[in-house]
């Protein structure tokens, strides 16, 4: 049995490629903040008081992901929950000051990282690249719940 090439399969080099974005987020952009926190109050920025869920959806992070997200940014002070004034039952969400002040902080030395991590590509390649993954991540929310994609019943 002879192995495969490994550079030929699309998920191990998805894994790559979130092993290098880790690397350069981390030393580039934030040891305390993760790139999913930084989703969620970028999220909150664009439409301040979604709800989790809406959040959720937004950043495509899965429920139990997203809830877990959430209340780490609420204990460091940079979420606030308020009860939905039309709604009781519901809370949403907002930046506190100290969360806009973050959000402003990360949002530069994402841009820098994100010049390092597509540098070996040029100005029509990243182009493409990012129109790519796009694509392939917009397909891939359909396959959250692969049994109806593959025909398997519920």
């Known amino acids: 049995m002879a192995a495969v090439d490994l550079a ?11 092993q290098a974005h880790h690397l ?3 030393t580039m952009v934030s040891e305390e903040i993760t790139s999913p926190q930084f989703a969620v109050l970028n999220a909150l920025v664009a439409e301040p008081g979604l709800d ?3 959040v959720g959806e937004r950043v495509g992070l899965d429920r139990s992901t997203v ?5 780490r940014l609420i204990r ?10 039309q709604d009781g039952r519901r809370f949403l969400l907002r930046l506190t ?11 530069v ?3 820098r ?7 070996p590509l040029d100005a029509d390649e990243r182009a493409v690249f990012m129109d790519l993954m796009r694509r392939v991540a917009d397909a891939a929310e359909g396959l959250r719940d692969p049994r109806p994609a593959l025909g398997v019943p519920h």
């Not at 030929?8 to 979130?18: D, E, F, M, S, V």
């Not at 809830?67 to 209340?71: F, K, M, N, S, T």
């Not at 990282?113 to 540098?119: G, K, R, S, V």
């Open 8 to 18: 030929t399969h699309p998920g191990h080099l998805a894994r790559r490629l979130q």
């Open 24 to 26: 350069l987020w981390t």
């Open 52 to 54: 989790q869920r809406t």
């Open 67 to 71: 809830a877990e997200v959430i209340a």
């Open 76 to 85: 460091r002070g940079l979420l606030d929950k308020v009860r939905d004034p």
């Open 97 to 107: 000051d100290d969360g806009v002040r973050t959000h402003r902080g990360l949002t």
């Open 109 to 111: 030395r994402t841009a």
């Open 113 to 119: 990282m994100n010049q390092i991590f597509l540098a």
